[in-house]
């Protein structure tokens, strides 16, 4: 059984900061890619970003230069910090990880159950 875990969300002014972290924690033996996900009121979940295990990244257009992603593979967690913040940043953020259970098993994706930032004009 795997959980992922978010911490680190809240109300925040526009030009704020906020640190978002994800814990992966149960039965895992290797954890692919994490990343982070979005999803706004009446929009579709989309990716905010990406880091993989050799730590490579990928950002959304939209948070390039103000996002940063990063991971600490001992501590299986990614980070999300999010600098000047923007009022349509405003979304619940979810976490994502693929990973393994056993050694030459299969990588399925696991989701957070979320954490809400809202960012106020």
């Known amino acids: 059984q795997v959980q992922l875990v978010e911490s680190g969300g809240g109300l925040v002014q526009a030009g704020g900061s906020l640190r978002l972290s994800c814990e992966a924690s149960?039965?895992?033996?290797?954890?692919?890619?994490m990343g982070w996900y979005r999803q706004a009121p009446g929009k579709q979940r989309e990716l905010v970003a990406a880091?993989?295990?050799?730590?490579?990244?990928n950002y959304a257009d939209s948070v390039k230069g103000r996002f940063t992603i990063s991971r600490d593979n001992a501590k299986n967690t990614v980070y999300l910090q999010m600098n000047s913040l923007k009022p349509e940043d405003t979304a619940v953020y979810y976490c994502?990880?693929?990973?393994?259970?056993?050694?030459?098993?299969?990588?399925?994706?696991?989701w957070g159950q979320g954490t809400q930032v809202t960012v106020s004009s």
């Open positions: 994502n990880a693929e990973l393994s259970a056993k050694s030459g098993g299969i990588y399925y994706n696991y």
């Open positions: 880091i993989i295990s050799g730590g490579s990244t």
């Open positions: 149960g039965s895992i033996f290797s954890i692919n890619a």
